[in-house]
């Protein structure tokens, strides 16, 4: 799938945050993320983790992702 | 409950350190299975490591067992402690071996040698 589409995913879930998304080996399958959000402030890194998976379960869910890393911040 | 579900149900809540990958230790076959084995390794932590890709219906179980839809996922003591980035994460902050003291003890190290288990 694209960076785009993906950036847009994680935008609708978190509102307002700091979303950057980066195909790690131009196959459109190996992502990383970084989510800078309000949205974490006092969650567990597990619970922050939660919401990023929740937010790309469809992608997640039917393979279109293959591989993500995910990297979650409070917002600074 | 299925057989299936039942056998890894086990084996989250009878290892010490459950690891589910993608592979095994000695043929990882995903990036993100060999980052969190060796986060574990490198904390000392006594993995069981079950490979999921025998059959699809195991990280299928697996995922409605823990909410988690990823693999590699890691569990100590029963409780899933997350996926590669935050065993990975927690293990350069040392966290990871913090949590390894409090959950088996601060002589976990070495306590068991590193096995595979087969389910399904």
């Known amino acids: ?76 | 409950m299925s057989e299936l579900r039942e056998q890894i149900e086990n084996v989250i809540q009878s290892e010490d350190v459950a690891l589910f990958m993608k592979g095994t230790p000695q043929f990882v076959m995903c990036g993100n299975s060999s980052r969190a084995l060796d986060a574990l390794r490198r904390a000392g932590a006594p993995v069981t490591a079950v490979d999921v890709l025998p059959d699809p219906r195991i990280r299928q179980e697996l995922s409605s067992i823990s909410s988690w839809p990823t693999i590699p996922q890691v569990f100590v003591r029963g409780e899933l402690i997350g996926g590669a980035d935050i065993v990975e994460q927690l293990a350069q902050s040392d966290e990871l071996e913090q949590t390894l003291e409090e959950k088996l003890g601060p002589d976990y190290r070495g306590r068991a040698p590193e096995r595979v288990v087969t389910v399904g």
């Open chain 1, 1 to 76: 799938m694209s960076v785009d589409r993906l950036r847009r995913l994680l935008e609708q879930a978190f509102p307002g945050s700091e979303v950057e998304v980066k195909d790690r080996t131009g196959g459109g399958d190996h992502f990383q993320v970084t989510v800078a959000s309000a949205r974490f402030g006092g969650l567990t890194l597990l619970e922050q983790h939660r919401l990023v998976n929740d937010a790309l379960a469809a992608p997640l869910g039917d393979g279109t992702i293959h591989e993500l890393r995910i990297q979650t911040k409070g917002s600074q």
